[in-house]
C-alpha cells in the first residue's frame, strides 16, 4: 500500500510515486500493509479476467445479438454509456457487496456489513430526511451512493492500516479514475467524479450532511452489533465525538447515544 514497494506499471501510482516507493526502506513494511497490497492488486487482476470471455460459450437468448453489443463507444449525447461499458463497470462494482467494512472485520464480527451495505442505508438516510433550506436531498442520495465507491478496487482503508490521509486519498482518486474509464467517460462518469470530489472535499452543505450521514450509519451499525454479539464497541462512538456537522447529524447521533446509553444501564 503506502509503505510496500508497488508495481511502477499500476495505472494507479503516478511516476513520482514510483520513484518514492523505490526508496522505501522495506525492512519496515508491516504484514498488514503487505496484505492490503495484494488484496489490491488482487481487485484489479480479478475484474481483468472478469472481462474474458469463456472459451466455448454459447449466448443461450437468441433475443441477444452478439455484433454491436459490445461496442465501447458512448451514445452520441455522451449521457449514457455502451452497454459494454456498463455491464464492466457493474461488474467492477460487484466487490462493493462482496468486501466487508473493514472496521468490522478487525473486531471479529461475524457476516458483518459490506461497503455497499454502508451505503445504501446511507442512501435511505438522504431518501427519509426531512428538507433543509438550501440542501438538495436528491444530489445527498447520489452522493451516498459513490461516495465510498472507489473502494471497489482499492478496498476499505481504516486508519489501522497507517495510510497516510492524503496517500489515501490519492488511492481513492485514481482508482475513480479508472472506474470512469470503465464506464466509458460521458456525462454519468464526470456526474460520479463530481460527486465524489465534492464529498471527499467536504464542499457543499450536501456533503455536511452525507458526511454525517456516513457517521450516523457507522455509530448505529456499532449499536447493532453490540446488541447482536455481546460486545462493547467504544472506539467507533469515541472516534465521531463532536464531529457531526449538522443539527441532523447531531440530533440523530445523539438519539443513538440514548438508546445505547439505555441498553448498557439496563
Known amino acids: 500500500m503506502m509503505a510496500a514497494k508497488a508495481n511502477p506499471n499500476s495505472p494507479f501510482l503516478s511516476s513520482s510515486s514510483s520513484t518514492h516507493y523505490s526508496s522505501f526502506p522495506f525492512h519496515q513494511v508491516s504484514l498488514k500493509k503487505v496484505s492490503f497490497l495484494v488484496d489490491f492488486q488482487c481487485r484489479k487482476l480479478v475484474f481483468a479476467c472478469s472481462k474474458k470471455p469463456i472459451p466455448g460459450s454459447v449466448n443461450l437468448d437468441p433475443s441477444i445479438s452478439n455484433s454491436g453489443s459490445g461496442s ?21 462494482c460487484h466487490s462493493l457487496k462482496t468486501t466487508k467494512r473493514k472496521g468490522w472485520v478487525n473486531h471479529a464480527i461475524k457476516g458483518s456489513e459490506s461497503i455497499a451495505d454502508h451505503m445504501y442505508r446511507m442512501s435511505l438516510m438522504a431518501l427519509i430526511v426531512g428538507d433543509l433550506p438550501g440542501v438538495n436531498r436528491e444530489r445527498c442520495i447520489k452522493m451516498a451512493i459513490v461516495h465510498d465507491i472507489a473502494e ?11 495510510v497516510p490521509k492524503a496517500e489515501k486519498s490519492r488511492l481513492e482518486q485514481a482508482a475513480l ?27 457543499s452543505l450536501e456533503a455536511n450532511l452525507v458526511k454525517d450521514f456516513d457517521k450516523v450509519e457507522m455509530i448505529l451499525q456499532a449499536l447493532e452489533y453490540e446488541s447482536e454479539h455481546g460486545k462493547v464497541l467504544d472506539e467507533f462512538f469515541l472516534s465521531t465525538a463532536g464531529k457531526f456537522q449538522t443539527e441532523i447529524g447531531k440530533s440523530w447521533a445523539a438519539e443513538i447515544h440514548l438508546r445505547r446509553n439505555s441498553r448498557l444501564g439496563n
Open 152 to 162: 471497489a478496487i482499492v478496498g476499505d482503508i481504516t486508519p489501522s492500516d497507517g
Open 177 to 203: 479514475t479508472e472506474m470512469c474509464k470503465v464506464l466509458g467517460g460521458g456525462m454519468r462518469a464526470e456526474e460520479i467524479k463530481e460527486l465524489w470530489q465534492e464529498y471527499e472535499n467536504n464542499a
Open 72 to 92: 465501447s463507444k458512448n451514445d452520441s449525447d455522451g449521457a449514457s454509456s455502451s452497454p459494454s461499458n456498463a455491464i464492466d463497470f457493474l461488474t467492477l
